[in-house]
């Protein structure tokens, strides 16, 4: 079966030209002009994918994508966005988005995100009740490094008793860092493990997700967790 992708975006030349080629390239594409519309459409049959434009009138892509993350529908979304400045791309992640292409962008591009992110999807599951610190390990699944706590199976991870909040490529990157605590990881080798695609050393998606998730792990007198290596990567140690 195609895979389904929900497109939104109100430029009616790019819309159409991404529902052509999203068409052709396999996909069963559901395409609209507004938020509005997105989210009718995506209550009335869940897609495999979202590909959002940020920036649409009334309800834009950034609104329709909180309105299904507090529904509980972890549908993976790929923002489209114009905005290039750091603090517009961290809002898209804030927002719950799994991954952003900046316009103008290649449609190749395009399709390795959207592999990347269907390779990565896992049928959601019923979100456990917040906990004020983590069960005791009695199975030995949880991974631990730094002063983290991480249990991969039910996707939470922990600094102390903090439970935090990531999005899933947030809790993918952290749980790669904590399995290689203490080891350098260069770009590489996180692209690929990450996304599947290495995007080049031109691109800054790597470090705006490493950037947005120091601020969720970051605590007022605590030591920093992910260090970087210039030139090289990163390594997840205390100090």
Same mark, same amino acid.
């Given at each position: 079966?195609?895979?389904?992708?929900?497109?939104?975006?109100?430029?009616?030349?790019?819309?159409?030209?991404l529902?052509?080629? !999203?068409?052709?390239?396999?996909? =069963?594409?559901?395409?609209? #002009?507004?938020?509005? $519309?997105? /989210? *009718?459409?995506a209550?009335?049959?869940?897609?495999?994918?979202l590909v959002?434009?940020?920036?649409?009138?009334g309800i834009d892509?950034?609104?329709?994508?909180?309105?299904?993350?507090?529904?509980?529908?972890?549908?993976p979304?790929?923002?489209?966005?114009?905005?290039?400045?750091?603090?517009?791309?961290?809002?898209g992640?804030?927002?719950?988005?799994?991954?952003y292409?900046?316009?103008?962008?290649?449609v190749?591009?395009?399709?390795?995100? !959207?592999?990347?992110?269907?390779? =990565?999807?896992?049928?959601? #599951?019923p979100?456990? $009740?917040? /906990? *004020?610190?983590?069960?005791?390990?009695?199975?030995?699944?949880f991974?631990?490094?730094?002063?983290?706590?991480?249990?991969?199976?039910?996707?939470?991870?922990?600094?102390g008793?903090?439970?935090?909040?990531?999005?899933?490529?947030?809790?993918e990157?952290?749980?790669?860092l904590?399995?290689?605590?203490?080891i350098v990881?260069?770009?590489s080798?996180?692209?690929?493990?990450?996304?599947?695609?290495?995007?080049?050393?031109?691109?800054?998606? !790597?470090?705006?997700?490493?950037?947005?998730?120091?601020?969720?792990?970051?605590?007022?007198?605590?030591?920093?967790?992910?260090?970087?290596?210039?030139?090289?990567g990163?390594?997840l140690?205390?100090?």
């Amino acid at each position: 079966m195609p895979h389904t992708v929900l497109l939104a975006e109100d430029d009616r030349a790019i819309r159409n030209a991404l529902e052509r080629a !999203l068409t052709l390239e396999g996909y =069963r594409v559901t395409a609209v #002009a507004d938020g509005v $519309e997105a /989210l *009718a459409q995506a209550h009335r049959g869940r897609p495999d994918i979202l590909v959002l434009d940020v920036m649409m009138p009334g309800i834009d892509g950034l609104q329709v994508c909180r309105v299904l993350r507090a529904e509980g529908d972890r549908t993976p979304v790929l923002m489209l966005t114009a905005l290039v400045e750091t603090a517009d791309r961290i809002a898209g992640l804030d927002a719950g988005a799994d991954d952003y292409v900046v316009k103008p962008f290649d449609v190749e591009e395009v399709f390795a995100r !959207l592999r990347a992110l269907l390779r =990565r999807a896992a049928p959601a #599951a019923p979100a456990p $009740e917040p /906990l *004020a610190e983590p069960e005791p390990d009695t199975s030995g699944r949880f991974l631990e490094a730094a002063g983290l706590r991480m249990d991969p199976q039910a996707r939470r991870a922990w600094r102390g008793r903090r439970e935090l909040e990531l999005t899933r490529t947030e809790f993918e990157l952290l749980e790669l860092l904590i399995r290689h605590a203490g080891i350098v990881l260069d770009h590489s080798t996180i692209y690929d493990r990450i996304w599947g695609y290495d995007f080049g050393p031109g691109s800054k998606n !790597l470090a705006v997700y490493v950037g947005y998730l120091r601020r969720k792990l970051d605590e007022p007198g605590a030591p920093q967790l992910i260090h970087t290596v210039r030139g090289v990567g990163y390594v997840l140690r205390e100090g």
